[in-house]
């Protein structure tokens, strides 16, 4: 009898019927040992587009942005998290219903699927695409446990197994790592990797940005809606910008200077006019 496993989960799924054995057997190796296999045994594209749709699915089940805690998906390991700031919104998720446990069943049933396709005959095909189907019975109750959820981006799920291409691949995606990264993982996360932006829009209630703050970081004049940030230069609507305020100041001194002027000459025609009175008044 043999065994079909997620990583070394210690979950275990029988795979009936003698042409399943031949199947999992031409494919994983010898018949005596238990099967084993892990969703980053799979291509990076495919684990990139199923962690994109789990950071998707995270942001959407949580209801914001602004309302998500922690949200990540490793492609390089596979390990991925969710969690919401209040309401526990993720809690109404079943396990089975997550997107990386989708993938990483469906994944299951197509190997298995096609080991029936190229290891059995004909006559035997139907009952082993059958068996197949019954053992991964994906986005159910049936579907086998995933061990993918992890605490920390930086953790590797349980059985890990190494991706061919694991050299290639450093991106997480996601763009809420939780209290407690650490510095190296702040250091080594790639902010400005599209991949690190969120794959949905916010809602229009989503007035904080997705790092904390009224109007985001770093900057005192920030606009926009739906998550797009604005930084204003120049003149806005009811006040004046950075650009324009010494040009104010510079014309408002000038204005200062020969209004001054003004009152000096006025001052000194008055002077000149009491002397020549005084002049006259001497002379008569």
Known sequence: MLFFRFGDSGIKRTLSG?????????????PQASAKWAFTQQPADERARACQEQVSFCYNACGSVARTAVNFCSIQTTGWNCACNSGGGER???????????????????????????????NERGSCYTSCTTDYQCNTNEAPRSSLRVNSAYDKPKGYIPPVDEKDIELTIGMKFGDSESDQGRKTRHAGD????????????DTES????????GHPDIG???????????????GVGQSG?????????????IQMIQHIIAHAISICICIVLVTSTVAL
């Open 18 to 30: 003698a042409a399943i054995a031949v199947a999992v057997a031409v494919i994983f190796g010898s």
């Open 92 to 122: 109404r998720v079943r396990s089975y219903e997550w997107p990386m446990s989708v993938s990483e069943c469906r994944a299951a049933l197509k190997i298995c699927n096609d080991g029936c396709t190229s290891n059995t005959s004909a």
């Open 194 to 205: 599209p991949g690190a932006l969120p794959k949905t829009i916010p809602k229009s209630d």
């Open 210 to 217: 997705a790092d904390g703050g009224s109007l985001g970081k």
């Open 224 to 238: 926009g809606s739906n998550g797009h940030t604005t930084i204003y230069s120049g003149k806005r609507k009811g």
């Open 245 to 257: 305020g010494s040009d104010v100041k510079a014309a408002a001194s000038v204005a200062n200077h």
